[in-house]
């Protein structure tokens, strides 16, 4: 099979987006749609509509003295989410080697979009029996243990507004109801870590613990996966979850969290 250059799937219209958002640099950080136009080489009505389509996502503002445009609060959350992330897992690497170690688990860095769980990085266990790796993968939030933690200090109002009146059922375990996950919720903020006990797939226990940054806001989650006969509820309450929860707060510390 031939491999195509990635040159051949460019598509104009974001391309010449990119470049609209690409000049708002160094000292240029108001533009106007004529100055635009000849910078670019691009006819006028095709800036204009450029901009709109950025303004209305918030990627680009207008200012409403002299007409120009300049950089919108989206671009400055891209900007942050990405310095954050490839923060977090430097930071994390060692904490989830660590937690491999110590609890003879799989360990995983996750965050949360939406309603789901997305797995950044993880750390294998050298046990032959092992948990086929997550990374990359979006899981929903509420059977999840990573995503429990994620969303577990949200408050009431907002967890309400996340959940339809019925969850989606993965296995005979699955958390089904929204009040259900709130008092599972609460359960999590009580011990310091959150629980997946085969709640998305037989034979598969997760235990996580919420990860904050230096505001305290919760950024991501630590988790470990393993077999359901390995994680008894013994093990999980007297060892696996007050170590996934301390090297939660080793994190959280790295990153600039104080108690």
């Known amino acids: 099979m031939v491999r195509r250059d990635k040159s051949n799937y460019i598509i104009q219209s974001v391309a010449h987006a990119l470049d609209v958002l690409e000049e708002f640099r160094g000292e240029m950080d108001e533009l106007g749609v004529t100055e635009l136009s000849k910078k670019l080489k691009l006819h006028k009505n095709n800036v204009f509509r450029i901009l709109a389509t950025l303004q209305s996502r918030n990627y680009i503002e207008q200012n409403k003295t002299n007409d120009n445009y300049r950089l919108g609060i989206k671009c400055l959350e891209l900007g942050q989410t990405f310095v954050q992330q490839r923060g977090l897992l430097k930071q994390a690497q060692p904490i989830l080697r660590e937690l491999a170690e110590s609890s003879g688990e799989t360990s995983y860095l996750s965050i949360l979009r939406g309603n789901e769980v997305v797995y950044l990085d993880s750390v294998e266990t050298t046990s032959t029996v092992r948990v086929i790796s997550r990374v990359g993968l979006h899981m929903p939030a509420h059977a999840t243990a990573a995503g429990k933690a994620l969303i577990a200090f949200e408050s009431e109002e907002e967890l309400r507004k996340r959940f339809p009146p019925e969850l989606s059922k993965f296995t ?42 230096y505001t305290r806001k919760v950024i991501a989650a630590i988790s470990v996966s393993g077999p359901a006969h390995r994680l008894s509820d013994e093990k999980i309450e007297q060892s696996i979850g007050p170590e996934v929860s301390r090297c939660a707060r080793a994190l959280s510390t790295r990153l600039g969290c104080r108690e």
């Open 172 to 213: 005979n375990h699955t958390i089904l109801t929204p009040e259900d996950i709130l008092k599972n919720l609460e359960k999590a903020r009580e011990t310091g870590y959150a629980t997946d006990l085969e709640e998305f797939e037989d034979g598969l226990r997760c235990i996580a613990a919420p990860i904050r940054d």
